[in-house]
Nanobody, 123 residues
């Protein structure tokens, strides 16, 4: 079992920045690939970014590429999502997720999920 707790969400103006954190507890964090997903009202949960257990491989959705950066600190059992140049369409609940094994971009591959943190970008 892996327990995940997100933090860092909030209200920000368009063009601003936020950094989300996801703290993990439980099994060996460094064995897990980590992902960030988001869900806007009335929409399906979608992939945002993912990082391999070593941090050596990262993936981004086209909508956030060049604006968001995923990173991890295995010594602190934490994964981060730095979000810059935020847009109103980035408004959503952001979820952290973990899977044992190789990094993927598919939400169905992730077994462990946090409770989510709200990000609201005003125009």
């Amino acid at each position: 079992q892996v327990q995940l707790v997100e933090s860092g969400g909030g209200l920000v103006q368009a063009g601003g920045s936020l950094r989300l954190s996801c703290a993990a507890a439980g099994r060996t964090f460094s064995s897990y690939a980590m992902g960030w997903f988001r869900q806007a009202p009335g929409k399906e949960r979608e992939f945002v970014a993912a990082i391999s257990w070593s941090g050596g491989t990262t993936y981004y959705s086209d909508s956030v590429k060049g604006r968001f950066t995923i990173s991890r600190d295995n010594a602190k059992n934490t994964v981060y999502l730095q979000m810059n140049s935020l847009k109103p369409e980035d408004t959503a609940v952001y979820y952290c997720a973990a899977r044992f094994g190789e990094v993927t971009t598919t939400k169905y591959d992730y077994a462990y999920w946090g409770q989510g943190t709200q990000v609201t970008v005003s125009s």
